[in-house]
């Protein structure tokens, strides 16, 4: 049997290490995944309450414009 055909991590120092490289590198994958979804969450939470607000303006102006209409027919 060839030297090549040896497992490397026996003989490479470098290579011992890619196991914790690749682990490391799956566990900021994992996290950069996570902050994702929670940043998307948030974003989806943030819209949502910006259209109940803008519901609730609209609402409001309507309220102003009828209260204003009532006002005026009041004055006549």
Do not use: C, H
């Given at each position: ?17 890619l ?22 969450g948030?974003r989806?939470v ?5 259209a ?25």
């Amino acid at each position: 049997m060839s030297d090549k055909n040896r497992n490397t991590t026996q003989t490479d120092p470098e290579a011992a290490r890619l196991p914790a490289t690749f682990q490391g590198l799956t566990a900021i994958i994992t996290q950069l995944s996570i902050d994702v979804a929670n940043e998307r969450g948030a974003r989806a939470v943030a819209e949502s309450k910006n259209a109940v607000l803008q519901q609730r303006i609209e609402e409001m102006e309507k309220e102003r414009e009828s209260s204003g209409r009532e006002k005026q027919g009041a004055k006549s």
